[in-house]
């Protein structure tokens, strides 16, 4: 690998598609985002990321690999159900890239692919074992064991948005996904995923008016600056999502007797609540001897990881 080579990371997500030119030490060179909509189909998305790869192509003429990071079950290139992405299934990935591209192409799960960027280059990288956990439009995870990705019978191990955290979760009536997918009652995904932490906002906002809140269409990292000026529904927006985070941790350490964990996605900007409640809580909640040992970092990359995580997987 020369240090001129570059490589290009598709990181295809629920609302937006970035993709982004890399070269050997991580540093983005180009970037460009597509509008995505859970509503159209893949193959709409797919064309329109060509078209940019090819213009990619055009610009830069020592672009060695492309890889490609999708929220979903991915084996064998094929990416066969996306949860946020409800239309994306059993879509042949790799071959429909490498039947436009000539260079190496690489599809994984995109926490997957953001876990092995903080392994070998983040936050990760004093670990042996951690759990990587991304929060954003949903929840995903990975987990690192002796430096590697467990990855299962599957290929769907980390699917830690798809723990069932509470079985008393109404779905949210307004989603465009299915109603009929049982599998997500419940789970954690449904409870701290970017939409559902404003909802738990817009709850709270119905006892408490003089919020800053309120009023005004807001998202998460508004909830977060809310919460910094002491927002009481911002504040308790945090905490009870941070309760939910540090259950899910509790349950992960009880499980694996993994006690590391990186947090990444854009999510994990907020107010610090968060993730104080979410450590006093897994404290509380796990086997004492693992809860007085739980080490919680924040991911190194996180606008970009998307990015540089599929990137990576044509570095290494």
């Not at 990181?11 to 937006?16: A, E, R, T, V």
């Not at 079985?167 to 009536?173: A, C, E, G, M, T």
């Amino acid at each position: 690998m020369e240090k001129s080579d570059l490589f290009v990371g598709v990181d295809i997500g629920g609302s937006s598609v970035k993709i982004g030119v890399i070269d050997s030490n991580c540093n983005i060179i180009s970037k460009k985002v597509i509008a995505n909509n859970i509503k159209l189909q893949p193959e709409h998305i797919l064309n329109n990321i060509v078209e940019v790869l090819k213009d990619c192509f055009n610009e830069y003429k020592n672009i060695k690999s492309i890889g490609v990071g999708v929220p979903g079950i991915v084996k064998n290139d094929i990416l066969y159900i996306a949860p946020n992405l409800p239309n994306w299934k059993n879509l042949d990935l790799g071959g429909f890239f490498r039947s436009n591209f000539d260079c190496p192409v690489y599809i994984d799960n995109d926490a997957k692919a953001a876990a092995w960027a903080e392994l070998k280059r983040g936050a990760g990288t004093e670990f042996n074992d951690f759990v990587y956990i991304t929060l954003g439009t949903g929840v995903g995870g990975t987990i690192i064991i002796n430096k590697q990705i467990y990855r299962g019978m599957h290929n769907s191990a980390g699917e830690i948005g798809h723990l069932i955290i509470d079985s008393n979760i109404n779905r949210n009536l307004d989603s465009d996904i299915d109603q009929k997918e049982n599998y997500r009652l419940g789970v954690l995904e449904e409870a701290i995923g970017r939409f559902q932490i404003i909802n738990i906002a817009k709850d709270l906002l119905k006892e408490n008016q003089n919020s800053m809140l309120y009023g005004k269409d807001f998202d998460v990292v508004d909830i977060s600056n809310a919460a910094d000026n002491d927002d009481p529904v911002a504040k308790n927006t945090l905490i009870i999502a941070g309760k939910y985070l540090g259950i899910l941790l509790a349950n992960l350490m009880n499980v694996l007797d993994i006690t590391n964990f990186v947090i990444g996605g854009g999510i994990s900007r907020t107010n610090s609540i968060l993730f104080k409640t979410a450590v006093e809580t897994a404290k509380n909640r796990a086997i004492p001897i693992l809860g007085t040992n739980i080490i919680l970092k924040q991911a190194k990359f996180i606008d970009e990881t998307g990015i540089v995580g599929a990137a990576i997987l044509g570095i290494d």
